[in-house]
């Protein structure tokens, strides 16, 4: 990212830098006649300062020997100080290395700049595609007409003839009549509309009804196993008639308009106008019938 404005880089003379540097070595030639003159004092000092900063662990080591055992009031060796702090300035310079390949590293993949900044190719369309997995490559498109075989037939509103939707003895009386796939989209409408207790059935009507029809998709012939059949239906029968923990006026809107429908197809339809009013009908609750009646989907979709 290259700033509007940018202030010219001011340049430093060579005679600067030499002076600089003997203002160095003249500091360091000090700071060693110092040490040479003050070492009783200063060298306790720095043994004090060294014990503290190891709690201790310092005396045991051998320069940590040496500076404990020197009388108060002698002199210590003038190399001392700068052979013993060698450890620790290899310590300090090894974190201080880490610290900087931490910040470098944060800096040039999280800083906003990098962010901000156009990749080196640009947004160009082959740029996204390498950068993002295409949509194909999550979700399967339904195969053409022809591939798919005939078309879903319409089917009967087997609850239309029941008196009371409420009773699930009489609900299970017609629903070996529902098509699995009619079973599983009238639950998962029915329980986004008014939610079940059991969250769990959710989960697993979800998981059987995207299993089944891939399996549809992959062999339209092939006949599911009865036991994932007969758990949708059953669960069907928990969606439409069980009342605990359930909003029961919503309920009864339901039946009632499920009554009132001459298909099952009208009738999930509808019912998914309502679910997805709600805000509780997503989208993979529904995408798997693509695979299996796209016009069952292709009308809730339209809602």
């Known amino acids: 990212m290259t700033p509007l404005f940018r202030e010219p880089v001011a340049t430093t003379s060579p005679g600067r830098i030499v002076a600089l540097g003997a203002v160095g070595l003249i500091t360091l030639a ?6 040479w003159t003050f070492s009783p004092v200063l060298g306790q000092i720095y043994a004090g300062l060294r014990l503290a900063e190891t709690a201790t662990l310092w005396r045991f080591t051998g320069w940590g020997r ?10 210590f060796a003038f190399v001392a ?26 800096r040039s993949r999280e800083h906003i700049e990098v962010l901000i900044t156009a990749p080196a190719q640009g947004f160009s369309q082959e740029a996204i595609l390498a950068a993002y997995a295409p949509p194909q ?8 007409e022809a591939e798919t075989g005939p078309v879903a ?8 003839g029941l008196r009371d939707l409420r009773d699930a003895r009489a609900v299970e009386t017609v ?5 699995w796939h009619f079973a599983a989209a009238l639950f998962l409408t029915l329980d986004a509309t008014a939610p079940l207790k059991d969250r769990k059935a959710h989960a697993t009507v979800l998981k059987a009804a995207w299993a089944a029809a891939e399996r549809f998709a992959a062999d339209p ?3 599911l196993p009865e036991a994932t059949v007969a ?4 669960l069907m029968v928990l969606a439409i008639s069980d009342h605990a923990g359930r909003n029961t006026e919503m309920l009864d809107q339901l039946h009632d308009l499920i009554g009132a429908c001459d298909t099952l197809n009208v009738a999930i339809t509808q019912v998914a106008s309502l679910a997805l009013a709600s805000g509780r009908l997503f989208f993979p609750d529904y995408a798997w019938l693509c695979y299996v009646d796209p016009a069952l989907q292709a009308a809730i979709t339209s809602y």
């Open 81 to 106: 100080i700068y052979k013993s702090s060698v450890g620790f300035g290899l310590a300090a310079t090894g974190l201080t290395v880490l610290l900087g390949i931490l910040a470098w590293r944060k």
């Open 30 to 35: 000090m700071l060693g006649l110092v040490w």
């Open 137 to 144: 490559c999550l979700v399967r498109a339904p195969r053409a």
């Open 153 to 160: 037939p319409v089917v009967a509103n087997p609850f239309k």
């Open 231 to 234: 758990d949708l239906r059953s």
């Open 221 to 223: 012939d092939a006949e």
């Open 66 to 75: 040496y500076f404990m055992t020197i009388p108060a009031g002698q002199p």
């Open 175 to 179: 629903a070996d009549s529902v098509p």
